[in-house]
């Protein structure tokens, strides 16, 4: 079997690919449109070939602007191979390994979309298990269950308490709130990015992140308490298909006063204001509050992410 990354040349075999099973995948319209858009790339779209038939495919995203990849969106093999997670395993493990070898400072995450209520379903639960033991045996062994939810203007903009006003600032105030917020947070990639490497170089990454996403750096927002203290900060943002929440937090001293309601009513405000049809968010299934502060401000779970990267350290 031959594993390597595509060239142009095999495009129509890439997009013949149909995945029967019922978890998210990337249909041939969208690979052909965002092949032309850089998202995908076929240096990022790796295939196992058995002859001349492609057996197992992986494509990896990333932005328009991106050096790198960014996510593995999509994973097949074929049911007729004996071992898929043998298979996927060796694929994904040869792709990361090019993009280490290519510079990449982070290796891209596994992004596994299914149905809410997965576990009930049998077909979905035998889809991802095949898939999770490919990612755990190529080295993605964090794993972290995600909601991802959304907001309609049909919910209406949820009404902010006033306690709270909404200044701009410096990227080094931001920065420093960035610091301040990952103390005590419940979100699972924060807490193990501050165990690996400290509150000063988790701060860094999650506000370089931001910097990087479509939305605009004017939308971000500290957050400041009557007396003007700083309480947290606000970051509408946005992915290269809609609006979202993007990030905020509220600083440790301030915690258990409901800010957060205030920070997402803040957030929805602006995106509502500009026109927004769609506005996304994610949170972990273990991030209870943030959950349910989403739930209050009219944020439906639309669908279950499982996502799959490798430790920090």
């Known amino acids: 079997m031959l594993i390597r990354p595509t060239t142009e040349a095999d495009l129509d075999r890439i997009?013949?690919?149909?995945?029967?099973?019922?978890?998210?995948w990337i249909h041939a319209d969208r690979y052909r449109d965002e092949l032309g858009q850089g998202m995908y790339r076929p240096e990022w779209t790796w295939v196992a070939e058995?002859?001349?038939r492609v057996v197992a495919r992986a494509l990896w995203w990333g932005q328009s602007s991106s050096e790198h990849p960014i996510a593995l969106d999509c994973?097949?093999?074929?049911?007729?191979?004996?071992?898929?997670?043998?298979?996927?395993?060796?694929?994904?493990?040869?792709?990361?390994?090019a993009f280490a070898e290519q510079g990449a400072r982070k290796l891209p995450l596994y992004n596994l979309t299914l149905p809410n209520?997965?576990?009930?379903?049998?077909?979905?639960?035998?889809?991802?298990?095949?898939?999770r033991g490919a990612a755990l045996a190529a080295g993605l062994t964090d794993e972290v269950e995600r909601l991802r939810l959304e907001w309609s203007p049909g919910a209406g903009v949820p009404r902010s308490s006033g306690r709270l006003t909404f200044d701009e600032a410096t990227d080094e105030e931001f920065l420093e709130v960035f610091r301040r917020i990952a103390h005590g947070s419940l979100d699972g990639e924060t807490r193990r990015n501050l165990a690996a490497k400290g509150a000063a170089a988790t701060a860094r990454d999650e506000m370089d992140f931001y910097l990087g996403c479509p939305g605009k750096r004017e939308w971000?927002?500290?957050?400041?308490?009557?007396?003007?203290?700083?309480?947290?900060?606000a970051i509408p943002s946005a992915t290269p298909y809609n609006r979202n929440v993007g990030y905020l937090g509220v600083v440790p001293e301030f915690r258990g006063r409901g800010y957060v309601d205030d920070l997402l009513a803040e957030i929805t405000r602006v995106h509502?204001?500009?026109?927004?049809?769609?506005?996304?968010?994610?949170?972990?299934t273990g991030n209870a509050p943030?959950?349910?502060?989403?739930?209050?401000?009219?944020?439906?779970?639309?669908?279950?992410?499982?996502?799959y990267s490798a430790p920090a350290s």
């Open 15 to 24: 997009v013949a690919v149909t995945v029967d099973e019922p978890i998210g």
């Open 50 to 52: 058995d002859g001349d």
């Open 75 to 97: 994973l097949y093999v074929d049911a007729s191979v004996v071992d898929r997670t043998a298979v996927a395993a060796e694929l994904l493990a040869a792709g990361l390994r």
């Open 117 to 131: 209520g997965w576990r009930e379903d049998p077909a979905v639960a035998a889809a991802l298990a095949w898939r």
């Open 220 to 233: 971000w927002r500290l957050a400041r308490a009557a007396g003007g203290e700083v309480a947290g900060l």
């Open 272 to 284: 509502a204001e500009a026109g927004a049809e769609l506005i996304t968010a994610t949170t972990d």
């Open 290 to 307: 943030m959950a349910a502060a989403l739930a209050r401000a009219g944020y439906r779970t639309a669908e279950i992410r499982m996502i």
